[in-house]
T-cell receptor, first 114, second 112 residues
Framework: EAAVTQSPRNKVAVTGGKVTLSCNQT?????MYWYRQDTGHGLRLIHY???????EKGDIPDGYKASRPSQENFSLILELATPSQTSVYFC?????????????FGPGTRLLVL | GEQVEQRPPHLSVREGDSAVITCTYT??????FFWYKQEPGASLQLLMK?????EINEGQGFTVLLNKKDKRLSLNLTAAHPGDSAAYFC???????????FGAGTRLKVIA
């Protein structure tokens, strides 16, 4: 099973500030994903990546950027944080086997934007 | 695009009773189905992955049924116990598409 870690685990930011959420996985998975989780919405896909150097827009990319500098690391960047981005953010890696992905999730980052 | 509706949003059952959570999806090309469990304050833990070719899948204390004709996926927890209290999410993806579409989740409470 993939080992996915996230940092920080909790973050308080001010409106207009820059926030970077980091994700690291140690199982050499090609695919990585960033989701946010809000009550009543399940998980919604923000950005994803198929490998180092690649990033793709998910279903709700506005206000977010992503960076995949290496196989292991995938960052989510909020250039100008807003209170509406207060949420719990989950990173996942996918094993890309047999034409489908089984996604393994990190512990989550709780972000509060004041 | 794919839409996944999960019901019920909240479910309370007594210990020893069964609990059924259902997801309906819209894309007939959906081929891979997943159930995740999330305990309070924790991450998502994979319960089971189901392929379109298999309609009945059994795990430890639960059964997953796939009805392709009705595009419905269900998780049936048999003899629920307090440790099953958690949020459960279904996720659906199509062949060749690694992206998941998640249901909104079901918060299950098992009363001792």
């Amino acid at each position: 099973e993939a080992a996915v870690t996230q940092s920080p685990r909790n973050k308080v930011a001010v409106t207009g500030g820059k926030v970077t959420l980091s994700c690291n996985q140690t199982n050499n998975h090609n695919n990585m994903y960033w989701y946010r989780q809000d009550t009543g919405h399940g998980l919604r896909l923000i950005h994803y990546s198929y490998g180092a150097g690649s990033t793709e827009k998910g279903d709700i990319p506005d206000g977010y950027k992503a960076s995949r500098p290496s196989q292991e690391n995938f960052s989510l960047i909020l250039e100008l944080a807003t209170p509406s981005q207060t949420s719990v953010y989950f990173c996942a890696s996918g094993d890309n086997w047999g034409g489908q992905d089984t996604q393994y999730f990190g512990p989550g980052t709780r972000l509060l934007v004041l | 695009g794919e839409q996944v509706e999960q019901r019920p949003p909240h479910l309370s059952v007594r210990e020893g009773d069964s609990a059924v959570i259902t997801c309906t999806y819209t894309d007939p090309n959906s081929y891979y189905f997943f159930w995740y469990k999330q305990e309070p304050g924790a991450s998502l833990q994979l319960l089971m992955k189901v392929f379109s070719s298999t309609e009945i899948n059994e795990g430890q204390g639960f059964t997953v049924l796939l009805n392709k004709k009705d595009k419905r996926l269900s998780l049936n927890l048999t003899a629920a116990h307090p440790g099953d209290s958690a949020a459960y999410f279904c996720a659906v993806s199509a062949t060749g598409n690694y992206k998941y579409v998640f249901g909104a989740g079901t918060r299950l409470k098992v009363i001792a």
